[in-house]
């Protein structure tokens, strides 16, 4: 038989759950701590520590809220830790700050920072409507400090870049292995399609040569 404990809408079961609490006008069940140390909102069968439940359509699941005056010094942590053989380190760190508080021209920043080497080290920040990768200050819609690797897994993924007025400014076709320049199909490895300029060079640099012979090639002797 169950041992039950009811209270002001707090019922205890010590043979199944230390603790869950009910609506006392409707009878559902709001919360419960389940003996394997989870808990769960709106769920009587939590499957993490924390599980949240809901089945609202936009629905807030969960609000971190600091209430001190404005300053950038304002700051929300998400921080997930492991024992290490020396001490107890950050692997992942999400902070939510303002990079600028002025109402006019309020600016928002998230931080997400991972274990590098043993120290933190940011990895993605939304600063605005920025977004930098290994740093928190980016300069442009997209700012990549550090190498940048495309299609490492060899399928037939394209890149392109557009220009003001030349929608195929730069174009990679991965499915040819060929760049085109002003095209989006390069017939060789190298298509540009335009005018291509040069320094005019010399009989001892020519401006254009041959990779095994860069004395070998075409220059202007009227330079």
Same mark, same amino acid.
């Given at each position: 038989m169950s041992s039950l404990?009811?209270?002001? &809408?707090? %019922? %205890?079961? +010590?043979? %199944?759950?230390?603790? +869950?609490?009910?609506?006392?006008s409707s009878g559902s069940e709001k919360l419960r701590i389940i003996n394997a140390g989870y808990l769960g909102i709106n769920t009587s069968s939590p499957a993490l520590r924390l599980h949240i439940a809901?089945?609202?359509?936009?629905?807030?699941?969960m609000r971190l809220e600091n209430t001190r005056a404005y300053s950038t010094a304002n700051k929300i942590y998400l921080e997930y830790t492991l024992n290490t053989d020396s001490a107890?380190?950050?692997?992942?760190?999400?902070? &939510?700050?303002?990079?600028n508080i002025t109402d006019a021209s309020r600016v928002g920043l998230l931080e997400i920072q991972t274990c590098n080497s043993g120290s933190p080290a940011t990895v993605l920040a939304v600063n605005g409507n920025k977004v930098g990768i290994n740093t928190i200050t980016p300069g442009a819609s997209l700012d990549v /400090? $550090?190498?940048?690797?495309?299609?490492?897994?060899? &399928?037939?993924?394209?890149? /392109?870049?557009? $220009?003001?007025?030349?929608v195929n400014?730069?174009?990679?076709? +991965?499915? %040819?292995d060929r760049i085109g320049i002003a095209t989006n199909a390069p017939a060789s490895l190298l298509d540009v399609r335009g005018q291509v300029s040069a320094n005019v060079g010399s009989a001892s640099s020519p401006a254009y040569s041959f990779v095994s012979d860069l004395n070998t090639g075409m220059y202007s002797p009227s330079a």
């Open positions: 404990i009811k209270y002001n &809408g707090l %019922t %205890t079961d +010590a043979n %199944t759950d230390p603790l +869950a609490i009910f609506n006392d809901d089945s609202t359509a936009d629905f807030e699941a107890v380190r950050d692997a992942v760190y999400l902070r &939510g700050s303002f990079s /400090r $550090g190498d940048a690797i495309f299609n490492e897994d060899g &399928g037939d993924k394209d890149f /392109r870049i557009e $220009g003001d007025t030349e400014l730069l174009c990679i076709d +991965a499915s %040819t």
